[in-house]
Each structure stands twice: as structure tokens, then as C-alpha cells.
């Protein structure tokens, strides 16, 4: 298969999931047509590529959550190119993914992230992953999710959850505050052994996500909470913050590759607090 026919199957699996996933919102929701979509371009010069993101403030459930797409294309500048693999002898590169963040109004209910990506400069690789932030311990919470993403990780490699598990628990972790973001999850990258196989993986983490924050939200939704609780999710939202702007990969590859601000700060809480 060349990479040219690659590329528009993963970039069309990307948008087909972030189609699914906007309709499940929605459907939790109990309304259609509910997140407000937006398309940009990464250049208005020259065609470098875009995205769409669909967006929902102040619902029932979701207090906010984004939803990305996105396929850009171009040259890496030179310090920038020099952080990435195959861009010895060109600056070139092409990269689309898919990312979630949802925020919810019930505290109870951890706030949730999921990427995927897919990468070409000289060869092409594989990168995402999915952690989990709540506000308060639950045990059975996280024994359940880490059990669907081993089970998810055995389907095409039994040493997947132990590896992407650590490297999520080093990944998603703030030095300052010596403390972890949440409870973990799993987080891979540079995966270009198997095109085939590495993409079933990559489709397979997309749809075990989405089963993932159904069974969260519909649990976790029923438990009552009072100003007290929303006020320690204010502050934990504040260490999200923190994590996104001083550590997160993504928002500096945005940045780096002059992506829409509006879409790169998406993951961004509506109010969070510092103390």
C-alpha cells in the first residue's frame, strides 16, 4: 500500500470517529445538532491543511467538551524539525488526529482525554492515548478502566498495557506539583513496525473510548453533588491547566505548526482555580 492512500485511510477513519463520538454526546445529551462546529485553515497564503472541531458549552452533562480533527501539511521549522524522527534531510511533514476533552458538570465524573494521531515526514508512526482525571478516589473506578484497556492492549499485543501504561504514568504527570494528572491510562508514540497492525490498535483505542466514557457518565451522573465538590473540580482543573500548557505534546506541536489557537486551547477548562 503506498503512503499517499495510507494517509486518506487514516485521516477518513479520524473523521468518521469524531463523527461517532459527537453523536454519542449528543445522544447523552438528549439533544441533536447541540455542538456548534468549526472548520479552519492552517494558513490563508498557502494550502497547509486544517480542521474541524465541534464544540459544546454548558449542557446538561458536558459543562464543555471538544471534539478535533484535524489534517495538516508543510514544512517543520528548523529548531522544531530537529525534535521529530525522519526530518534529517527534509522538513516536510504530514499529520492528521483526532482529539477529545471532555470537562463534565457533575464533579463525580472525571474529566477525560483521548488522541490519536498519525504522522509522516520521511516515514509515517502511530501516537495516542487516553487517561482519566477525577476529582475524588474510587477504586472500583479505576480498577474498571485500567481491566477495558488491558483487555483492549491484549487484543493485539499483551506487553501493550504494561508499556503504554507506565509511559502514560510518566507522560501525564506534573513535576512542579510531584503529584500524577489522574489516575492514569495508557499513552504510546513512534509505533511504525506493522502499518496494518498498528492501525487496527490505533481504531480499537478510538472505540474503546467511546465505550469508556458511556459507562463513566452513565454511572458516575447519578451520584448528587453539592458547591463544596465543584469547588475541589475547580481546583483539580487548575492542575489540568498546568499539565496542558507546560507539558502537553500536542499543544506544542499546535503551536509549533501554527494550528488554530481556538482548536489547540479546546482542551482548556470553562473556569478552573489556583491555590
Known amino acids: 500500500m503506498n503512503n499517499l492512500l495510507k494517509k486518506e485511510i487514516v485521516k477518513n477513519w479520524f473523521k468518521?470517529?469524531?463523527?461517532s463520538i459527537c453523536a454519542e454526546i449528543e445522544k447523552i445529551e438528549g439533544k441533536k445538532n447541540l455542538l456548534k462546529s468549526k472548520r479552519w485553515k492552517r494558513s490563508s497564503k498557502n494550502d497547509e491543511g486544517g480542521g474541524e472541531f465541534h464544540i459544546l458549552e454548558n449542557g446538561k452533562i458536558f459543562e464543555k467538551v471538544g471534539v478535533n480533527f484535524s489534517e495538516v501539511y508543510g514544512k517543520f521549522s528548523k529548531d522544531f524539525k530537529k525534535q521529530l524522527p525522519g526530518t534529517n534531510k527534509s522538513s516536510k511533514f504530514w499529520?492528521?488526529?483526532i482529539s477529545v476533552v471532555m470537562?463534565?458538570?457533575n464533579p463525580n465524573i472525571p474529566a477525560m482525554h483521548f488522541n490519536t494521531r498519525y504522522i509522516f515526514t520521511s516515514h509515517g508512526w502511530f501516537g495516542g492515548g487516553m487517561d482519566v482525571t477525577p476529582c475524588?478516589?474510587?477504586n472500583k473506578l479505576k480498577i474498571w478502566f485500567h481491566k477495558e484497556l488491558k483487555k483492549c492492549c491484549n487484543n493485539h499485543d499483551k506487553k501493550y498495557y504494561k508499556k503504554y501504561k507506565n509511559w502514560c504514568d510518566k507522560y501525564f504527570y506534573?513535576?512542579?506539583r510531584k503529584e500524577p494528572r489522574g489516575i492514569g491510562g495508557i499513552f504510546f508514540d513512534?509505533?511504525?513496525?506493522?502499518?496494518e497492525k498498528d492501525f487496527a490498535f490505533v481504531r480499537?483505542?478510538?472505540i474503546t473510548f467511546k465505550k469508556i466514557f458511556k459507562h463513566i457518565i452513565k454511572i458516575k451522573n447519578k451520584k448528587k453533588w453539592n458547591k463544596k465538590q465543584k469547588e475541589i473540580q475547580y481546583i483539580k482543573r487548575g492542575r489540568y491547566v498546568e499539565f496542558n500548557l507546560l507539558y502537553?505534546?500536542?499543544?506544542?506541536?499546535g503551536l509549533k505548526t501554527n494550528g488554530n489557537i481556538e482548536a489547540i486551547l479546546m482542551s482548556l477548562p470553562p473556569i478552573a482555580k489556583w491555590k
Open 16 to 19: 468518521s470517529l469524531q463523527s
Open 204 to 206: 480499537d483505542v478510538g
Open 190 to 195: 513512534y509505533k511504525n513496525k506493522n502499518w
Open 174 to 176: 506534573l513535576p512542579h
Open 248 to 253: 502537553d505534546r500536542g499543544t506544542k506541536f
Open 136 to 138: 475524588f478516589k474510587d
Open 103 to 105: 470537562h463534565m458538570q
Open 95 to 97: 499529520a492528521s488526529g
